[in-house]
């Protein structure tokens, strides 16, 4: 009987623990994209069946000494991003397409500096931003469908918090490359990685 409940308190109680905290913080997707380098995005793709609220904070899109700042940005769907002019000179914020697709290009307009505009993102894609004034100003808002994402360090590597345990599709995207979208499930950690091709 003590022998019973001793295995009791030892086997189950971790594991209990386990689940819970598991439930509190999620698990976690790791991998690699290559070619390795800073600035691909990794994300989970829509999850049916699921909504997410939009984020509670806006997200900054910064022109500062002609670049954007940062260069690649990653936002959940629903989020609004605050586009800042930091110059002392005009600059201009449109995008072709959303996801290649036209129909979703847009122009913010131009504006001077300490001017802000918010744009509010409620479709999930690839978002390349320029700037008509200055043609070499590129950047990048990856807007994705799920709150999962990470962006690789300098060696490639990624790791997306909080992930409910589960099955599902998880895309890579690195500028100038084809995005690739692949399977993962998910009990407590995953590992999945890319490689990307032109
Ligand atoms: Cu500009």
Redesign the pocket.
């Known amino acids: 009987m003590r022998r019973t409940q001793t295995v009791v308190r030892w086997v189950v109680l971790p594991a209990a623990l386990l689940m819970a905290v598991r439930g509190v913080h999620g698990a976690t997707i790791t991998g690699t994209v290559s070619p390795a380098k800073a600035d691909s995005v990794v994300y989970v793709e829509a999850i049916p069946g699921k909504k997410f609220p939009a984020p509670a904070k806006s997200f900054d899109m910064n ?1 500062k000494n ?1 670049q954007f700042l940062p260069h690649v940005l990653v936002v959940p769907v629903g989020a609004t991003v605050d586009f800042l002019n930091s110059d002392p000179r005009r ?2 914020i449109f995008w072709p397409s959303i996801n290649g697709d036209e129909k979703q290009s847009h122009n913010l307009g131009t504006w001077p500096q300490g001017q802000k505009r918010p744009f509010k993102f409620t479709t999930a894609g690839i978002v390349p931003l320029g ?1 008509n ?2 043609p070499d ?1 590129s950047a990048y808002i990856i807007v994705t469908p799920t709150p999962y994402f990470a962006v690789t360090d300098a060696t490639g590597a990624f790791k997306i918090n909080g992930v409910p345990d589960g099955s599902y599709k998880v895309s890579a995207w690195q500028e100038g490359l084809k995005m690739q979208t692949k399977p993962a499930t998910v009990t407590g950690t995953a590992k999945v990685s890319f490689t990307l091709t032109k």
Request: charged share 0%.
């Open positions: 022109q002609l600059h201009n700037c004034v200055h100003m």
